[in-house]
Every structure is written in structure tokens, then in C-alpha cells.
């Protein structure tokens, strides 16, 4: 069983929808992540947040939108996506840094019509 | 900024058999942390092994074993005794031990390396 659960599963929405990915990890971490998978390719860095404030932003579109509500939540909000934003999303958390390994989830395959 | 190589995109072996995944990485900092990890079909990434850059011995858990040449900067990966529920994307990743700075906190992947056990 995995000790960060990601929901949902599977998410397909249209170019004008809103929708939300979620988070959850009750290890006590206070570092926790989001990346992008696409397939056969490493994951790629979106945000970390630290102490549930925004520590790490790689120049992603304002289109996603995360936020932090506590230290065991995490959420990815998405709004006007594009066909290309369709991935794999990876949520994760850790000790702050260091070398505390990154816990995944399972991860939500999201598909953009 | 730091770069992590892996320069077999597959590889392939026998069950029982050992096999090694390559990987070496670029960078100017002394401290640092570096991990295996894999991917099965499932898509959970999993943390297969780690390594402080301070430590001279390699790490070591169960059948998975790593090669860390701090000089040459490398940081292979051996598994012996494969077993069909190795098969997986194995990824290597690097973070930086120094505090402060955007990009602390930062793991950076290699590119991944597709291993095949073959029954």
C-alpha cells in the first residue's frame, strides 16, 4: 500500500474545464511535490512546497495552480489545459531534504480532450 | 545546475543472473545525495537504494548494490540475483546537499534506463 494517496485515478477533462488533483500523506513530511510524467521519460519538477509554503516554482504555466492547505495536503488545480499537458501527475513528500527519499503515490493519469 | 546521464535506455537480463545500470552525473558541489529509483507498470516510483556523497562505502540493501566513484563521478547500479519483479524503469536521480538557494530541495532524474528479465 502506498503512504501517499493520490486521487483520482484517471481524469479526462476538456479544454474549458476546472478540475482539482489530490493529495494526501500522513508520514508527518513537510516537503511535498508535484511532477509531470510523460511516457518512458523521467518525472519533471513542478512545485515544491516546504513548511506548506511555495519553495520551488519551474516556470510552470499559471494554468496549473497549486496549494498546500495544510502539511498532509496537497492540491494541483487546472484550468484552460491544453491536449499537451495530458500526463502522468505525480504527487510526493519528504523529510525537508536532505537525504529523506521521496515518497510517491500512484500517481493520476489525466488525459485533456 | 546539475546533470544526471544514463546512457542505456535498455537493457536486458536473465533471471538469477546480475545485471549493472550506469549512471554519472555533473556537478561542482562537494556534498550531495544521490538515489536509485524504480518504476514498474504500476507507475509508483519506488526508492531502491541511496548514497551520501560524504560516505566512502557503498550502500548496499539486500540484492541491490551501487558502485560510487566520487572522482569519476559515478553511481552504478548492480542487481544481482534478478528476479522477474525487477523488470521496471530504473532511475537514477542526484540532490544537492547545501541549503538555501531556488533550486534546494530539487531532485533532478537521469533519463532512465528500461530493464527487461527474461525468464
Known amino acids: 500500500d502506498t503512504e501517499v494517496t493520490q486521487t483520482p485515478k484517471h481524469l479526462v477533462m476538456g479544454m474549458t474545464n476546472k478540475k482539482s488533483l489530490k493529495c494526501e500523506q500522513h508520514m508527518g513530511h513537510r516537503a511535498m511535490y508535484w511532477y509531470k510524467q510523460k511516457a518512458k521519460k523521467p518525472p519533471e519538477l513542478m512545485f515544491v512546497y516546504s513548511y506548506e509554503k511555495l519553495s520551488i516554482n519551474e516556470s510552470v504555466p499559471s494554468r496549473f495552480s497549486p496549494e498546500c492547505p495544510n502539511s498532509s495536503l496537497l492540491n494541483l488545480h487546472l484550468h484552460a489545459l491544453q491536449p499537451e499537458d495530458s500526463a502522468l501527475y505525480l504527487c510526493a513528500s519528504s523529510q525537508v531534504f536532505g537525504n529523506s527519499p521521496l515518497h510517491f503515490g500512484n500517481g493520476t493519469r489525466l488525459t485533456v480532450t | 545546475a546539475q546533470t544526471v546521464t544514463q546512457s542505456q535506455p535498455e537493457m536486458s537480463v536473465q533471471e538469477a543472473e546480475t545485471v549493472t545500470l550506469s549512471c554519472t552525473y555533473d556537478?561542482?558541489?562537494?556534498?550531495?545525495?544521490l538515489f536509485w529509483y524504480k518504476q514498474p507498470p504500476s507507475r509508483q516510483m519506488i526508492l531502491v537504494i541511496r548514497q551520501e556523497a560524504y560516505k566512502q562505502q557503498n550502500a548496499t540493501e539486500n540484492r541491490f548494490s551501487v558502485n560510487f566513484q566520487k572522482a569519476a563521478k559515478s553511481f552504478s547500479l548492480k542487481i544481482s540475483d534478478s528476479q522477474l519483479g525487477d523488470a521496471a524503469m530504473y532511475f537514477c536521480a542526484y540532490r544537492s546537499a547545501g541549503a538555501g538557494g531556488t533550486s534546494y530541495g530539487k531532485l533532478t532524474f537521469g533519463q532512465g534506463t528500461i530493464l527487461t528479465v527474461h525468464p
Open positions: 556537478t561542482s558541489e562537494s556534498d550531495y545525495y
